[in-house]
């Protein structure tokens, strides 16, 4: 019985997913598609933080890695089917490559090495212009078309379609990967360390993967992003962002990839729509202070608390 609250809830966000196109404008449609793609980087951030057990500030990078491969794959004419893989796969790599030494902190230095991760993508971001366009960014990007054969997707609603539905496919494979044996190895190794290492599991090896996961969910964040606004610059991959991705987990909840979205886009909607000029931080900063007191566990942990 405790589950029909829980599929109520999905079917109405569902429908009300399906509804907007028909009820909102341009602008409404392009910022809800901005947050599916910050809700991957939060996603990403989750499944490291709390899942995983790995605070981290260094998911910005991945996502970096994502959107500036999607832009120069828009530049050679591929469709967005090829630039989500490619910056998905771009993205693995290079999370591959820093999990090497991620995975072996823990806690603070954990923070502290994903921050630094973060900070020298974003430094690289701002100097190697041949790649990125330096501080002015890559720039006119063509319209992403979905599939071959489609038409350049320069509306609200189809970039709507096309962000939101990428966003939920790589959301539900994570969360029915997090639900498989392999999430439960996961979550043993954020519990306890010691019992899973004496257990004879490869701790180092199912962080990796994990954080290579990571990595690739915020890379196709990245490729939705430079989708939907067709730019990307270093202020979009900066330590700002990393931090209002944590500030987004926080709200929704560690450890649920659901929450991290939602938390993201109660984000956006303080720092873009309900914000006076100049008091976005003021209003974010107190929106913290609230999640922490009144909602301990994130928005997510509103069911269970209900259900105890």
């Given at each position: 019985?405790?589950k029909?609250?829980?599929?109520?809830?999905?079917?109405?966000?569902l429908?009300?997913?399906?509804?907007?196109?028909?009820?909102?404008?341009?602008?409404?449609?392009?910022?809800i598609?901005?947050?599916?793609?910050?809700?991957?980087?939060?996603?990403?951030?989750?499944?490291?933080?709390?899942?995983?057990?790995?605070?981290?500030?260094?998911?910005?990078?991945?996502?970096?890695?994502?959107?500036y491969?999607?832009?120069?794959?828009?530049?050679?004419?591929?469709?967005?089917?090829?630039?989500i893989?490619?910056?998905?796969?771009?993205?693995?790599v290079?999370a591959?490559?820093?999990?090497l030494?991620?995975?072996?902190?823990?806690?603070?230095?954990?923070?502290?090495?994903?921050?630094?991760?973060?900070?020298?993508?974003?430094?690289?971001a701002?100097?190697?212009?041949?790649?990125?366009?330096?501080?002015?960014?890559?720039?006119?990007?063509?319209?992403?078309?979905?599939?071959?054969?489609?038409?350049?997707?320069?509306?609200?609603?189809?970039?709507?379609?096309?962000?939101?539905g990428?966003?939920?496919?790589?959301?539900v494979?994570?969360?029915?990967?997090?639900?498989?044996?392999?999430?439960?190895?996961?979550?043993?190794?954020?519990?306890n360390?010691?019992r899973?290492?004496?257990s004879?599991?490869?701790?180092?090896?199912?962080?990796?993967?994990?954080?290579?996961?990571?990595?690739?969910?915020?890379?196709?964040?990245?490729?939705?992003?430079?989708?939907?606004?067709?730019?990307?610059?270093?202020?979009?991959?900066?330590?700002?962002?990393?931090?209002?991705?944590l500030?987004?987990?926080?709200?929704?909840?560690?450890?649920?990839?659901?929450?991290?979205?939602?938390?993201?886009?109660a984000?956006?909607?303080?720092?873009?729509?309900?914000?006076?000029a100049?008091?976005?931080?003021?209003?974010?900063?107190l929106?913290?202070?609230?999640?922490?007191?009144?909602?301990?566990?994130?928005?997510?942990?509103?069911?269970?608390r209900?259900?105890?």
């Amino acid at each position: 019985m405790k589950k029909w609250p829980t599929l109520a809830a999905v079917a109405a966000v569902l429908v009300t997913l399906v509804v907007l196109p028909f009820v909102l404008r341009n602008f409404a449609l392009l910022t809800i598609a901005r947050v599916a793609a910050l809700g991957l980087l939060a996603a990403s951030t989750a499944l490291l933080t709390g899942t995983a057990g790995l605070p981290t500030l260094g998911q910005v990078a991945p996502y970096a890695v994502g959107a500036y491969t999607a832009g120069h794959l828009a530049h050679a004419g591929a469709v967005g089917l090829v630039q989500i893989l490619v910056a998905a796969a771009a993205a693995a790599v290079f999370a591959l490559l820093t999990g090497l030494a991620v995975v072996r902190t823990r806690g603070t230095v954990c923070l502290m090495v994903t921050l630094a991760v973060g900070e020298l993508t974003a430094i690289a971001a701002d100097q190697w212009k041949s790649v990125t366009g330096g501080t002015d960014g890559m720039a006119r990007v063509p319209a992403v078309r979905a599939f071959w054969g489609g038409e350049p997707m320069l509306k609200g609603v189809p970039l709507y379609v096309y962000a939101v539905g990428t966003a939920l496919v790589v959301l539900v494979a994570t969360w029915l990967m997090l639900r498989t044996r392999a999430g439960a190895l996961v979550r043993g190794c954020r519990d306890n360390e010691e019992r899973m290492r004496a257990s004879g599991h490869r701790v180092g090896l199912i962080l990796l993967l994990t954080h290579v996961w990571a990595g690739a969910v915020a890379g196709v964040g990245g490729a939705l992003l430079i989708a939907v606004q067709r730019y990307v610059s270093p202020a979009d991959v900066g330590f700002e962002v990393s931090a209002l991705t944590l500030l987004a987990v926080v709200i929704g909840g560690a450890a649920s990839l659901w929450g991290a979205v939602a938390g993201a886009g109660a984000v956006v909607a303080v720092r873009d729509n309900l914000a006076p000029a100049g008091q976005a931080p003021l209003l974010l900063g107190l929106l913290f202070v609230a999640a922490v007191y009144v909602l301990p566990r994130g928005l997510a942990g509103i069911n269970r608390r209900r259900d105890a």
